[in-house]
């Protein structure tokens, strides 16, 4: 099957590999008609969210969880699935930033996450293709050994079996490597499904396709799907990767990354027998996972964008490339996208929602390893709504003002970006002079009666219109040939070509529009 967006070299099904080998889901959405009652809800079906939820019901919480599409099938149905505490370049950072005792913190808490998902693996008796690995941060450039060594000696004294080596099992010479070892790797769907059962046989709920667009804070809190229907909880956790809330402003320090993934059968033997990532050629990142009659799923990741700004099938292009130069022979059978949250300073935002919050908290800001984060998050905010302080509570605080003056450079950097975009896009000339330029299966956005539209001409010719407008805060959009979707440089939100919402911040679809095209 040849890739939609166009490219020939681009083979195979463009659908997660998790999506499409795991069972579908169809939980009922929250009536309009519903009022239920619980001690927390939850709003987010990913791992935070679900790790959250059980955690909670666990406890002996009553829980609701309201998810706005499908459990498991956005940003955490279409991961890499590493469960590891090594996290790229992290602990020199935080070894300056925070000092040895917040770096250690990171560590242990990261950690323990990675060997709770063993725990819960094991005590679910499911069978999500668990498998220990070592996690591993390489270079090819001798320039790069010295950030390494400081990255390996760094892990280490926060407590982590890390080591500097010069030998991996890639297929390929590296010149130096962070190697921490007992990390693991999963079917990420099929252990947040079993999650998800497990939370109904604990007296949980969960609510599919409703979107939530309305959150009361108060004892007790009400929480409005877009139907109208209503949840009311003491407690409150908003898991949507980017929070659908700005009451906290944390948008201001929270900035989206796109990347790109390919998949391709490989044999048992040329498996490299580990996780590995790099930073160099826009970030590349190598596992397997099992595959049919005895083979291996190569699964290489990279190519990071800011969501709307690049071309994704000339992208998907070169990581192919990259994949195919590296593990010669290949045939990719499936190529998907995924989207990540950086904070702005490099930790996780958990724990109450914002200053004045007393029962409603957040978990967002991930980085690209959202799993770890996500079950970590999930027992930190269990701990914390039963009243408990983890050690390392204060470090994932969203509220921490101590680390404003570290992350200045990076919070103004990330919102030139968005004035950059909010302002520069309306100045520039629109990419097409008319709908009539757009050809078949393209999009645009165009002025039309003076208001800028996002058009779409599909294959028979038919154009359709919507806002380009973000009804989040008001960006233009950008049209993603490779995924045939509209999405916002600003802050992440990506919409369907009719303006359905597909990914927060946003909850409102683009409006609809009229073109006269004579």
Known sequence: MVNPSGDPALTGVPESYWMSASEATDYPPLAADAHPETDVVVIGGGFAGLSTAWELARAGRSVVLLEADRIAAGVSGHTTAKVTALHTLVYAELRRTRGPEGARLYARSQQEAVERVREVAGLLEVDCELERRPALTYVTEPAGRAVLREEANAAAQAGLPASYVVETGLPFPVQGAVRVEDQAQFHPRKYLLALARDLVARGGAVYERTRVTGLSEGEPCRVTAENGGRVTARDVVVATHYPVFDRALLFARLSPRRELVVAAPIEADRDPQGMFITREDGVRSVRTAPWRDGRRLLIVTGEHFLPGTADVAERFGRLAGWAREHFPGIEIRHHWAT??????????????????????????????????????????????????????????????????????????????SVVRHFVGDRLRPAPADSAEDIAPGSGAVVRVGGRRCAVYRDEDGRAHAVSARCTHLGCLVAFNAAERAWECPCHGSRFGLDGTVLQGPAVRPLEPRTLDEG
């Open 339 to 416: 989207q990540d949250i950086d904070s702005t300073d490099t930790v996780p935002l958990v724990g109450p929602f914002h200053p004045r919050a007393r029962h409603t908290y957040v978990a967002t800001g991930f980085g690209g390893w959202g799993i770890s984060g996500g079950v970590m998050a999930g027992r930190l905010l269990t701990d914390l709504i039963a009243g408990h302080r983890p050690p390392w509570a204060d470090l994932y605080d969203p509220r921490r003002l101590w680390s404003a003056l570290r992350e200045a450079p990076a919070f103004l950097e990330h919102q030139a």
